[in-house]
C-alpha cells in the first residue's frame, strides 16, 4: 500500500521561503507522477506543481511559476516543494499526491488525477 507522508509546513512572514517534503513508501516502478495541491478555507484543493520523472517533466500553476520548485530526491523516496518569495495568498493546507500507475496525462494539475493523497501540512504567510 502506497503512503505519503507530508513534513516541512509552518508559518513565515512576506518574501520568505519554506521547503516542503513527501515521503512516499509502499510503492513499486521507476516512475514517479507526483504533486503537490493546496487547499485555502473556503476554497477549491488547486493544483500547485507536478511532476513526472518517466518523462523528466515539470508543471506549475501560473500563480507559483518562478516562485516554487519540484524537486525529487530518488535516493530518499521523497519529492520537495521549493516555495520562495511567499505571499499571503500561498497560506494553505498543502497536500502531496501520487498518481498510480504514473502515465501521462492532459492536465497534470487536475485533482481527479490522483489517486493516493498524504495527510496535508499547514503553510501560513503573514503579511
Known amino acids: 500500500q502506497v503512503q505519503l507522508v507530508e513534513s516541512g509546513g509552518g508559518s513565515v512572514q512576506t518574501g520568505g521561503s519554506l521547503r516542503l517534503s513527501c515521503a512516499a513508501s509502499?510503492?513499486?516502478?521507476?516512475?514517479?507522477?507526483m504533486a503537490w495541491f493546496r487547499q485555502a478555507p473556503g476554497k477549491e484543493r488547486e493544483g500547485v506543481a507536478a511532476?513526472?520523472?518517466?518523462?523528466?517533466?515539470?508543471y506549475y500553476a501560473a500563480s507559483v511559476k518562478g516562485r516554487f520548485t519540484i524537486a525529487p530526491d530518488n535516493a530518499k523516496n521523497q519529492v520537495h516543494l521549493n516555495m520562495n518569495s511567499l505571499k499571503p495568498e500561498d497560506t494553505a493546507m498543502y497536500y502531496c499526491?501520487?498518481?498510480?500507475?504514473?502515465?501521462?496525462?492532459?492536465?497534470?494539475?487536475?485533482?481527479?488525477?490522483?489517486?493516493?493523497w498524504g495527510q496535508g501540512t499547514q503553510v501560513t504567510v503573514s503579511s
Open positions: 499526491a501520487r498518481r498510480e500507475p504514473c502515465r501521462t496525462v492532459v492536465d497534470p494539475l487536475r485533482r481527479h488525477e490522483y489517486n493516493i
Open positions: 509502499g510503492y513499486t516502478g521507476n516512475s514517479n507522477c
Open positions: 511532476i513526472n520523472t518517466g518523462v523528466g517533466a515539470t
